[in-house]
């Protein structure tokens, strides 16, 4: 592919943009500054600099991201900070590929709620993840108002009904890790669905955070932080 074509695919600005990027002496492609915008390149394993910042090529960009307290999942936010100003530009502005401008997070996280966020410009990944029958669990770590009881815990496992649904919705899995500290694993996503499942068993949710989706956890990723995922972070997200 040409150079003017792999930055414009990548979200680098208009062709002109990238044109000029390059013909400024503002790229390097393995180790060496290219000013040929025309000058073809394989794709496969390719990285390359802009402005001096290393790239790789993503055909489909896949990031993870630990959400902070007090940011929106919204390209439009109503009152806190969007979570989409938390990463840089070019993955903002990637072309448009069906119904997909950019990234875009894979459901939502409340504002006051932290922990792992998907992010990606695949819609058919974005429909997959999002579908209830997908399956995929979700690990919350929950610190709640009141002392969880192990009837809280069995009730939760056993399944409530929320006000908008006769169906009861029971958790996957459920244990106190403290006195205020509850680990739930949820397989489907409804509405506040943690807060108003600990609102049926009598307690409240003081804090949220969702340490794990499938196989992939945070782990050491600081609040605020995003990264690429790999082929075998795919891989833990499958059900």
């Known amino acids: ?11 680098f600005g208009t062709r002109r943009v990238c044109a000029g990027l390059i013909q400024q002496g503002h790229v390097q492609v393995h180790g060496q500054t290219v000013v040929d915008a025309g000058e073809f390149f394989e794709l496969e394993g390719l990285r390359f600099k802009v402005q001096g910042e290393d790239w790789p090529f993503a055909g489909q960009a896949y990031l993870m991201l630990n959400k902070p307290a007090g940011t929106e999942c919204s390209q439009k936010p109503s009152t806190w900070p969007s979570i989409y100003t938390l990463l840089p530009a070019p993955l903002r502005q990637r072309p448009q590929k069906a119904a997909v401008q950019g990234v875009q997070a894979v459901g939502r996280l409340d504002q006051d709620t932290t922990g792992l966020l998907l992010l990606t410009d695949d819609g058919k990944f974005i429909h997959k ?3 209830p029958k997908h399956h995929v669990p979700k690990v919350y770590e929950v610190t709640t108002k009141h002392p969880i009881t192990a009837e809280m815990v069995d009730r939760l496992l056993t399944g409530v009904v929320l006000d908008d649904d006769p169906q009861a919705v029971k958790a996957a899995a459920c244990e106190a890790v403290g006195e205020l500290h509850l ?6 996503g409804k509405y506040h669905q ?9 307690n409240r949710v003081e804090g949220l955070h969702r340490s794990r989706i499938g196989g992939l956890a945070l782990n050491d990723l600081a609040p605020g932080q995003w990264r690429w ?4 972070d795919l891989s833990l997200l499958k059900p």
């Open 229 to 232: 995922l790999t082929e075998e």
């Open 129 to 131: 993840m999002s579908s």
């Open 1 to 11: 592919m040409r150079l003017e074509d792999i930055l414009f695919s990548q979200g």
């Open 194 to 202: 943690v807060k108003r499942m600990l609102a049926a068993v009598g």
């Open 183 to 188: 680990r739930l694993t949820l397989t489907e």
